[in-house]
């Protein structure tokens, strides 16, 4: 059975940077599942990890590499099922991850964020947020105690990257930079450029 590796990292750690780079050494590399979300797949809420195992599974066997929703709260079962993974855990610190995912996701409810974190939403429930993120990383040290091997834990924010995520798979470190994907100032040049061109189409209509 080929190797799985697994981002357990909870979302804005990280986890797409990860996933490209994962690309980038050459795994087939899936990222998350997006869940009751316009481009993903429908699950009837609430949420349990018993109704998104088997889909998780399903996508686990068709790709070597993960990260971001739901693989962070199905640890056990996926090292259950696929022995021998890899775990990578991608954190940062705590108050500018949160600063993240209130910048992210403000007050737009989610099924997804419900199941996580118990609230629909981060932003006024910014300390029921970080308490999970810390019982999160807390719980995880905890299972993978004594299986240093199984386990890398990496911050790209203080300039962890090839070095220690080509180590821990035993790859040779690319030539390509160490990508830094999805980030909010990278979000919001996007949603920027969008605006200057739907103004410039309004624009162009009305001088038509």
């Not at 997006?34 to 481009?39: L, M, V």
């Not at 299972?143 to 040779?172: K, N, V």
Request: proline content about 7%; some cysteine.
């Amino acid at each position: 059975m080929t190797r799985k590796i697994f981002g357990i990292g909870f979302q804005k750690t990280g986890t797409s940077s990860l996933n490209r780079a994962l690309a980038l050494l050459g795994y087939n590399a899936a990222g998350g599942i997006r869940i009751n979300h316009p481009k993903g797949i429908y699950i009837e809420p609430p949420l349990t990890k018993e109704k998104i195992l088997p889909v998780a599974l399903a996508r686990a066997r068709e790709a070597d590499a993960f990260s971001d929703n739901p693989w962070p709260l199905l640890i056990r079962e996926m090292d259950v099922e696929f022995p021998g993974s890899k775990f990578v855990l991608t954190y940062r610190d705590p108050d500018r991850w949160l600063h993240s995912i209130v910048r992210h996701f403000g007050d737009t409810s989610s099924d997804v964020m419900q199941w996580i974190y118990g609230v629909p939403f981060p932003k006024g429930n910014e300390a029921r947020c970080l308490h999970v993120y810390a019982a999160h990383n807390d719980a995880v040290r905890a299972y993978f105690a004594g299986r240093p091997s199984d386990l890398l834990e990496i911050d790209f924010e203080t300039g962890d990257g090839w070095l220690e995520l080509c180590a821990f798979l035993d790859r040779p470190v690319p030539a390509a930079r160490f990508p830094h994907d999805n980030t909010g100032d990278e979000r919001e040049r996007k949603r920027s450029g969008i605006w200057r061109r739907m103004k410039a189409r309004v624009r162009n209509a009305f001088a038509a």
